[in-house]
């Protein structure tokens, strides 16, 4: 393989090594295909072969820094697992060989970082190389045992770069794997580790310092020294603290006060100091004193010296996870989590510590399980194992609603940290699923997809094994998708929509529909659910209506059916509501004109005539108008009169007005659904028409041909949000656009069926000016499908407008 080519062969290493948990095929095509590139045995004068697959190996780990390495553990496991039983071993021999090769090449590039020119590129290589030493050291730590004493020096890295940091790192997880494997290691090695480790204290050195010692050394007198000479600074500068708070002590050692705060906790974290080993005879508990002084902290007034004490806190929390039901603590954490003004960065490590915690529960676990399989007849581990998963689950039930309440939050960072708690709490069964359903389905509508995926995978298995949970939750998931939407939403004047703004325009509830949508019952019940919010009685706000009618517009529809349906509940919502709608406003104007109307003895004559007239201008303004066309000509001039004389009869307040306009935009909206649909999937007004819901579900299984170019834009509403009518003062535009509104609701109403009684051209007239209202209702747009469907859907001579259908008629 020649060297330019290598970038491009690590992208495709990269794309094909991500399969490696697909399906049962895709699976195994990937093992194969790296157990002949990376683990099928070398020949050993073939170094440039050699190089060649370290130099692959190394790129496709260093590609996959940022996204994890969950992929290298997996593959070498299975191909691991598939040879266990085999008298030969292949990839154990390349493991072997592999192992060894990186060691060499560790040290080559150690060599080569005295040259400046490629300083950059062989420190990132070393990283590399350590961090793939470390993969194969958490499947089989064997290979490194040998190693150890060549490793153990890089503990000694001067820490001035990420990279190095990096190194320190991945070397003190090698080692903590592998120096417990050690047999007689010498005691000047082991001497050395805990010494390079304690002047480290990062917390992978802390970790590794725990192994060397709890399994090998027994050097509990070396770290209780240790924790005391942190443990001493921190209660000396707590001291100083309480006397004086405007001291500038504190100030002047912070640097001192964060390290004490983190040592302190990380210690704690790998060693119980409450046992004798540790404190001998004492009787004070070193929990509650360290309790006590990381607590204290928290109240600091610096954020950095309150973080470094809740990442204490978190590691404490590890050994001694009874802590968390402290009154205490739980204040702390579910203030920081609750308030919304709180800093993100305290947000995020709570959410840390709870998932670090989750995590290490979850190693616990597995451990307990391996370990009971070896020892199955001599201890009941598994009762062990069930006591710490109840502790675990009374902790979430602490903590869950608060964590849930993170999804709604402006920063992704938060709103990341909490998906990955509820993921893990999930995952180890600890509370009852049916709670987190709406909040997935929440977090299903997150902009980054890593985020959707995740929650939408939580989802499937949710209902995998619990079926009927996601059709149980879905509206109330849909209400709370908007207002994490809402959350998210960084420009208040824009109205939240409800599907993604690029090229595809899917619903951002999409996957929860493809869910439903396979149960015919399912989907009618969730659809209807969501048309009823639109009902003039259910006062849903206007803007989650938007976002509803943006999910229906936009919904992955597969068959005929299914905006059938709705296109049949749009109808009859809209005859009940809309009459409701003008009944409402009718009787406030007549109610309201007869509380203005209180006429004396002498002015009895005038106000009856003016009585009159103003009856008569209404009763003219409330005739079809296909009767007065007869008498007027002119239909502009006469729509004119028509608002001239209701706005004669309007009242001086405005609040009808305001609570007609917010009311009729459900309605608005689902005539411009209605009519999206029907351009969208090319039906005529026979087919809906002649569509009935009792139908046998084979009669529309049909596919739908989806038009290209057909978008959902309601301007109308968009229009009534942005101007923010609701809350606007009342012009008297405004007023006359709210009447003519009214005016064509009533004429819509009026020809909501075509009269089949009447003639042929008074049938005309009627869907002539049933098509004028909507058409003005959605603000210009022409209501006409731009084309009707094929063969069998044929109108049978019956209008092709963009009306209403027949509702009364059914």
């Given at each position: 393989?020649?060297?330019?080519?290598?970038?491009?062969i690590?992208?495709?290493?990269?794309?094909?090594?991500?399969?490696?948990?697909?399906?049962?095929?895709?699976?195994?095509?990937?093992?194969?295909?790296?157990?002949?590139?990376?683990?099928?045995?070398?020949?050993?004068?073939?170094?440039?072969?050699?190089?060649?697959?370290?130099?692959?190996?190394?790129?496709?780990?260093?590609?996959?820094?940022?996204?994890?390495?969950?992929?290298?553990?997996?593959?070498?496991?299975?191909?691991?697992?598939s040879?266990?039983?085999?008298?030969?071993?292949?990839?154990?021999?390349?493991?072997?060989?592999?192992?060894?090769?990186?060691?060499?090449?560790?040290?080559?590039?150690e060599?080569?970082?005295?040259?400046?020119?490629?300083?950059?590129?062989?420190?990132?290589?070393?990283?590399?190389c350590?961090?793939?030493?470390?993969?194969?050291?958490k499947?089989?730590?064997?290979?490194?045992?040998k190693?150890?004493?060549?490793?153990q020096?890089?503990?000694?890295?001067?820490?001035?770069?990420?990279?190095?940091?990096?190194?320190?790192?991945?070397?003190?997880?090698?080692?903590?794997?592998?120096?417990?494997?050690?047999?007689h290691?010498?005691?000047?090695?082991?001497?050395?580790?805990?010494?390079?480790?304690?002047k480290?204290?990062?917390?992978?050195?802390?970790?590794?310092?725990?192994?060397?010692?709890?399994?090998?050394?027994?050097?509990?007198?070396?770290?209780?020294?240790?924790?005391?000479?942190?443990y001493?600074?921190?209660?000396?500068?707590?001291?100083?603290?309480?006397?004086?708070?405007?001291?500038?002590?504190?100030?002047?050692?912070?640097?001192?006060?964060?390290?004490?705060?983190?040592?302190?906790?990380?210690?704690?974290?790998?060693?119980?100091?409450?046992?004798?080993?540790?404190?001998?005879?004492?009787?004070?508990?070193?929990?509650?004193?360290?309790?006590?002084?990381?607590?204290?902290?928290?109240?600091?007034?610096?954020?950095?010296?309150?973080?470094?004490?809740?990442?204490?806190?978190?590691?404490?929390?590890?050994?001694?996870?009874?802590?968390?039901?402290?009154?205490?603590?739980?204040?702390?954490?579910?203030?920081?989590?609750?308030?919304?003004?709180?800093?993100?960065n305290?947000?995020?490590?709570?959410?840390?510590?709870?998932?670090?915690?989750?995590?290490?529960e979850?190693?616990?676990?597995?451990?307990?399980?391996?370990?009971?399989?070896?020892?199955?007849?001599?201890?009941?581990?598994?009762?062990?194992?069930?006591?710490?998963?109840?502790?675990s689950?009374?902790?979430?039930?602490?903590?869950?609603?608060?964590?849930?309440?993170?999804?709604?939050?402006?920063?992704?960072?938060?709103?990341?940290?909490a998906?990955?708690?509820?993921?893990?709490?999930?995952?180890?069964?600890?509370?009852?699923?049916?709670?987190?359903?709406?909040?997935?389905?929440?977090?299903?509508?997150?902009?980054?997809?890593?985020?959707?995926?995740?929650?939408?995978?939580?989802?499937?298995?949710?209902d995998?094994?619990?079926?009927?949970?996601?059709?149980?939750?879905?509206?109330?998931?849909?209400?709370?998708?908007?207002?994490?939407?809402?959350?998210?939403?960084?420009?208040?004047?824009?109205?939240?929509?409800?599907?993604?703004?690029?090229?595809?325009?899917?619903?951002?509830?999409?996957?929860?529909?493809?869910?439903?949508?396979?149960?015919?019952?399912?989907?009618?019940?969730?659809?209807?659910?969501?048309?009823?919010?639109?009902?003039?009685?259910?006062?849903?706000?206007?803007?989650?209506?938007?976002?509803?009618?943006?999910?229906?517009?936009?919904?992955?529809?597969?068959?005929?059916?299914?905006?059938?349906?709705?296109?049949?509940?749009?109808?009859?919502?809209?005859?009940?509501?809309?009459?409701n709608?003008?009944?409402?406003?009718?009787?406030?104007?007549?109610?309201?004109?007869?509380?203005?109307?209180?006429?004396?003895?002498?002015?009895?004559?005038?106000?009856?005539?003016?009585?009159?007239?103003?009856?008569?201008?209404?009763?003219?303004?409330?005739?079809?108008?296909?009767?007065?066309?007869?008498?007027?000509?002119?239909?502009?001039?006469?729509?004119?009169?028509?608002?001239n004389?209701?706005?004669?009869?309007?009242?001086?307040?405005?609040?009808?007005?305001?609570?007609?306009?917010?009311?009729?935009?459900?309605?608005?909206?689902?005539?411009?659904?209605k009519?999206?649909?029907?351009?969208?999937?090319?039906?005529?007004?026979s087919?809906?028409?002649?569509?009935?819901?009792?139908?046998?579900?084979?009669?529309?299984?049909?596919?739908?041909?989806?038009?290209?170019?057909?978008?959902?834009?309601?301007?109308q509403?968009?229009?009534?949000?942005?101007?923010?009518?609701?809350?606007?003062?009342?012009?008297?535009?405004?007023?006359?656009?709210?009447?003519?509104?009214?005016?064509?609701?009533?004429?819509?109403?009026?020809?909501?069926?075509?009269?089949?009684?009447?003639?042929?051209?008074?049938?005309?007239?009627?869907?002539?000016?049933?098509?004028?209202?909507?058409t003005?209702?959605l603000?210009?747009?022409?209501?006409?499908?731009?084309?009707?469907?094929?063969?069998?859907?044929?109108?049978?001579?019956?209008?092709?407008?963009?009306?209403?259908?027949?509702?009364?008629?059914?």
């Amino acid at each position: 393989i020649e060297q330019p080519t290598f970038p491009k062969i690590t992208e495709m290493c990269v794309k094909m090594i991500r399969r490696v948990n697909d399906e049962e095929g895709i699976k195994k095509l990937v093992n194969e295909t790296f157990q002949k590139l990376w683990f099928t045995p070398t020949l050993h004068h073939d170094k440039e072969a050699m190089t060649r697959k370290i130099l692959n190996i190394t790129d496709v780990v260093a590609a996959c820094r940022d996204t994890g390495y969950d992929w290298f553990e997996q593959l070498l496991q299975n191909l691991l697992k598939s040879e266990e039983d085999a008298s030969y071993k292949p990839v154990k021999k390349a493991c072997t060989q592999l192992v060894d090769n990186l060691v060499e090449h560790i040290l080559k590039y150690e060599e080569s970082l005295s040259d400046s020119d490629n300083k950059g590129v062989n420190s990132g290589r070393l990283v590399a190389c350590i961090t793939t030493l470390f993969l194969f050291s958490k499947i089989r730590p064997q290979l490194m045992v040998k190693h150890a004493m060549t490793m153990q020096p890089y503990l000694t890295t001067k820490c001035s770069t990420q990279n190095d940091f990096m190194v320190i790192c991945n070397v003190a997880k090698i080692l903590e794997l592998v120096v417990p494997l050690m047999e007689h290691p010498s005691e000047t090695f082991l001497a050395t580790i805990e010494e390079d480790l304690m002047k480290l204290v990062v917390q992978h050195c802390v970790s590794c310092l725990g192994a060397v010692v709890n399994k090998v050394t027994q050097n509990y007198k070396f770290v209780w020294a240790c924790f005391n000479r942190y443990y001493g600074a921190l209660s000396k500068l707590k001291s100083q603290h309480q006397e004086d708070p405007n001291s500038t002590i504190l100030t002047a050692n912070k640097p001192a006060l964060l390290r004490s705060l983190f040592t302190v906790g990380a210690l704690c974290r790998h060693f119980d100091f409450d046992q004798e080993d540790f404190k001998g005879n004492s009787k004070v508990n070193i929990k509650d004193k360290v309790l006590e002084l990381l607590m204290y902290f928290t109240k600091h007034s610096d954020e950095e010296v309150q973080t470094k004490a809740i990442i204490g806190l978190g590691f404490a929390f590890i050994q001694h996870p009874s802590l968390m039901f402290e009154q205490e603590v739980k204040t702390l954490y579910n203030s920081i989590l609750s308030d919304k003004n709180c800093s993100v960065n305290l947000k995020i490590q709570v959410l840390k510590n709870l998932q670090t915690y989750l995590q290490e529960e979850d190693t616990r676990m597995q451990q307990a399980d391996r370990d009971w399989k070896k020892v199955a007849k001599q201890e009941d581990l598994k009762e062990m194992g069930d006591i710490s998963s109840g502790m675990s689950s009374s902790i979430m039930q602490l903590y869950l609603k608060q964590v849930l309440e993170a999804f709604f939050h402006t920063q992704s960072s938060v709103r990341h940290f909490a998906l990955n708690v509820i993921a893990l709490t999930l995952n180890q069964g600890l509370i009852h699923p049916v709670q987190c359903v709406p909040y997935l389905i929440a977090m299903g509508t997150d902009p980054e997809p890593s985020m959707r995926n995740k929650a939408d995978q939580q989802l499937v298995e949710i209902d995998k094994k619990y079926a009927g949970f996601i059709h149980m939750k879905a509206v109330a998931g849909m209400k709370m998708s908007y207002q994490v939407q809402q959350a998210i939403n960084t420009c208040p004047q824009d109205p939240v929509r409800g599907f993604r703004h690029d090229e595809s325009s899917n619903a951002l509830c999409s996957h929860l529909y493809s869910m439903i949508r396979g149960n015919r019952q399912h989907r009618r019940a969730f659809l209807i659910s969501l048309l009823n919010l639109f009902d003039d009685t259910a006062k849903t706000e206007v803007n989650m209506l938007l976002y509803i009618a943006d999910n229906l517009a936009c919904f992955p529809y597969q068959t005929q059916e299914e905006p059938l349906f709705i296109m049949h509940h749009i109808d009859i919502t809209l005859s009940v509501s809309g009459s409701n709608l003008l009944q409402s406003f009718k009787e406030s104007m007549v109610k309201d004109k007869k509380k203005e109307r209180k006429p004396s003895s002498d002015e009895e004559t005038d106000s009856d005539s003016n009585s009159g007239s103003e009856s008569k201008s209404e009763e003219e303004a409330s005739k079809p108008r296909r009767l007065r066309k007869r008498v007027n000509s002119d239909s502009d001039s006469d729509e004119e009169n028509d608002i001239n004389a209701v706005m004669k009869c309007l009242p001086e307040n405005s609040a009808p007005l305001i609570e007609f306009a917010n009311v009729s935009q459900g309605i608005l909206l689902l005539l411009m659904l209605k009519q999206h649909l029907k351009n969208l999937c090319g039906f005529s007004d026979s087919k809906i028409q002649k569509y009935s819901p009792s139908e046998s579900a084979k009669v529309y299984d049909k596919a739908i041909n989806r038009k290209t170019g057909v978008h959902f834009h309601p301007k109308q509403t968009l229009d009534f949000l942005r101007s923010d009518m609701a809350n606007s003062k009342i012009t008297e535009e405004v007023k006359r656009s709210i009447v003519k509104q009214y005016l064509d609701f009533k004429l819509l109403m009026e020809h909501l069926d075509p009269d089949e009684e009447e003639e042929d051209g008074e049938v005309s007239a009627s869907t002539n000016a049933r098509n004028k209202a909507i058409t003005s209702l959605l603000g210009g747009g022409s209501p006409k499908n731009n084309a009707a469907e094929t063969e069998d859907d044929e109108s049978d001579g019956e209008d092709r407008g963009g009306g209403t259908s027949g509702v009364r008629r059914r």
